[in-house]
């Protein structure tokens, strides 16, 4: 009765007009976000981060969200007309969605992804509501010592699954954890790493992090890459699937959509791996395998249902733990500290307006896109073949304007240009920057957390492997560390991560 309860007032909470509206806004951008080559979710929410200053924090979580996961949705269409995935996640689409397009069949291959789509993302957001209060009870067992732990455990496991070398990615996280602690000691007051600026006694603005790791980055990397696009334009009469495509789609979508709830849970991956993982399940369970990479329905079902309930899946961790799974999930958290709300199980009872809320959302938000998906694919088309080195000057143009508009600063600007330069060195020496964002939010947190356990205990280290549940999380993340060293599992990373790419 609870959660008919609470879903009550997420939907109360979502159907506002305002909620209603920036809900619509997200999705649209989402979806065109998706379909322009080279331009991620990532990037596009830190863009667009400034502007959540602005907004009431559900109003603020539900347009990110609809980003994500309309992002989701517009990346199978450039994979499908274009043989160009839009977002990563969407590379899978390319290899039988692609080719059912070159067989005439490009409408029925946009059902098929907006169809499955939809009914995954229906089920996710009805798994989220349903096990979100469950977790949430974990939480009144969680203290400080606790919570250090459950830090710990996400960082490592984010690591684990972040593109590059394991060395790689533990020394983002500490530079993440590092850069952090820039700005006033939380307990004394006592300015670190200034160096004498006044200009660092608040810290790093995040904003203008997130936005140089990502926005500018992948504005500077993917300027050169401008190509001439062949598109396959789909007739609107056309834009549906025939009775035996619906047969052959029905159980790859509730598969993919089983293995997409499971593995969007997992820190690092979320939607990526969960279509990797549909795609290798279809073509094992196929009796007609030969198929697959030639217009197999299977092969593309399967992977858009896995893909969108791997997305929104991973907002669970977030909601009720506070870990980001991923560097999305990441900025998620960043909005929630821009409106002082601390991340964690205690936001479902403290403001259960954003958590119901922000979940009612998304079932709205995927109506949306199947409405608009499938009407405005002549529209699509043509931003497709919009070239780049049109688009980049707005898009810088409208990064500055929003990093200005946080305290009427330029330094934030300038900040910017910094993480700019810092992450395309990151990106030549294919070293992945999501880690080093989820230390550097998480950081201030576990330092807090950590005094206060220490603080309880009188400065005694014993107090962490007194907690049951901190033994447990803090021994996963060790045996994580030990098992991503052996020679096989590291080989097995590597080739996986090479397949992606």
């Not at 997409?260 to 395998?289: C, D, N, Q, T």
Request: proline content about 5%; overall charge neutral; some cysteine.
């Amino acid at each position: 009765m609870d959660l008919f309860n609470n879903l009550g007032i997420g939907f109360d909470a979502a159907l506002s007009l305002n909620n209603l509206t920036f809900c619509f806004i997200g999705v649209l951008v989402g979806t065109a976000i998706g379909i322009l080559p080279g331009l991620g979710p990532l990037a596009t929410i830190a863009m667009l981060l400034p502007l959540t200053y602005s907004l009431e924090p559900v109003t603020g979580l539900i347009m990110i969200a609809g980003i994500y996961y309309g992002a989701q949705y517009g990346g199978s269409t450039t994979a499908i007309l274009v043989n160009l995935p839009g977002e990563s996640s969407a590379i899978v689409s390319c290899l039988d969605g692609h080719q059912m397009a070159r067989k005439g069949r490009a409408g029925a291959a946009l059902a098929i992804a907006a169809i499955g789509s939809f009914f995954a993302g229906t089920i996710a957001t009805l798994l989220i509501a349903g096990f979100s209060p469950i977790l949430a009870e974990v939480a009144f067992l969680f203290g400080p010592v606790e919570y250090f732990a459950m830090m710990v455990l996400g960082l490592t496991a984010a690591t684990l699954l972040a593109h590059g070398s394991f060395i790689k990615g533990v020394a983002m996280v500490l530079t993440g954890l590092i850069l952090g602690l820039v700005g006033a000691d939380v307990n004394s007051g006592t300015y670190r790493f200034t160096f004498g600026s006044f200009s660092l006694t608040e810290g790093i603005e995040f904003v203008a992090v997130a936005m140089g790791l990502f926005a500018f980055t992948d504005i500077v990397t993917n300027i050169r890459n401008d190509t001439a696009r062949e598109v396959t334009s789909p007739t609107l009469g056309n834009l549906w699937m025939s009775r035996k495509e619906a047969k052959q789609a029905a159980f790859p979508v509730l598969r993919g959509t089983m293995v997409g709830s499971v593995l969007g849970l997992l820190p690092g991956g979320g939607a990526m791996i969960s279509s990797f993982a549909s795609y290798a399940m279809e073509k094992r369970l196929s009796r007609h395998p030969e198929e697959f990479g030639h217009g197999a329905v299977a092969g593309l079902a399967g992977p858009e249902a896995a893909n969108n309930a791997g997305a929104q899946t991973s907002f669970i961790p977030m909601l009720t733990l506070g870990i980001p799974s991923n560097g999305v999930m990441a900025l998620m958290i960043g909005a929630l500290m821009v409106h002082n709300i601390a991340p964690g199980p205690f936001v479902m009872v403290s403001n259960p307006d954003i958590f119901w809320g922000l979940i009612a959302s998304m079932w709205i938000g995927n109506a949306i896109l199947v409405v608009l998906n499938l009407p405005l694919i002549p529209l699509w088309v043509r931003l497709i073949r919009v070239n780049y080195w049109i688009l980049f000057p707005i898009i810088l143009t409208v990064c500055c304007v929003g990093l200005y508009s946080i305290g009427n600063r330029v330094l934030p600007i300038y900040f910017a240009a910094g993480f700019t330069l810092l992450g395309c060195l990151l990106w030549r020496m294919r070293a992945e920057a999501a880690p080093l964002l989820l230390g550097f939010i998480l950081g201030p947190l576990m330092e807090e957390h950590f005094r206060r356990a220490l603080l309880l205990s009188n400065g005694d280290v014993a107090i962490f492997y007194q907690s049951p549940l901190s033994v447990v999380m803090l021994s996963a993340a060790a045996i994580i560390c030990v098992i991503v060293l052996l020679p096989q599992i590291r080989r097995g990373r590597n080739a996986a991560f090479a397949e992606e790419t």
